[in-house]
C-alpha cells in the first residue's frame, strides 16, 4: 500500500492539468452528454465539472502502468509504484505546460 503523502503531488499534478489541459474545451463542448439536463446549463460550473472529469480521467489512465507493475512484480515497491504513477500523471500534464506558463505570464 503506497503512502498517502505520496499522493498529494500525484493529485495536485492531475488537478493543474485538469484546469489547464487543452483537452478540457472538448469535454466542456461535449456537456450536454454528461451534464444533467434537470441542472440549469451555466458555464462555470460545467467548466470546472469539465475540470473535475479531466483531473479524475488523467489520474485513471496514469494509475494504468503503476497497476500494472505492481501485478507483474508481486510484492511491489510502494515508491517504485507512486514514481511509476507520478510520471504517468507528469507525461499526461506535458500538454497542459505552455497553458500554465501563459497563466504565470512566463512566456509570451
Do not use: C, H
Amino acid at each position: 500500500m503506497m503512502d498517502r503523502n505520496a499522493l498529494v503531488p500525484i493529485m495536485a499534478v492531475a488537478i493543474v492539468n485538469g484546469i489547464f489541459s487543452p483537452w478540457v474545451l472538448a469535454v466542456f463542448l461535449l456537456y450536454p452528454v454528461w451534464y444533467p439536463t434537470w441542472a440549469p446549463m451555466m458555464t462555470q460550473p460545467v467548466y470546472m465539472a469539465s475540470a473535475l472529469i479531466l483531473s479524475t480521467l488523467t489520474l485513471m489512465i496514469a494509475g494504468v502502468p503503476a497497476a500494472i507493475y505492481e501485478r507483474l512484480a508481486g510484492v511491489a515497491k510502494p515508491a517504485i509504484t507512486g514514481a511509476i504513477w507520478l510520471a504517468g500523471v507528469v507525461l499526461l500534464t506535458l500538454p497542459a505546460v505552455p497553458n500554465v506558463l501563459r497563466a504565470l505570464g512566463v512566456s509570451p
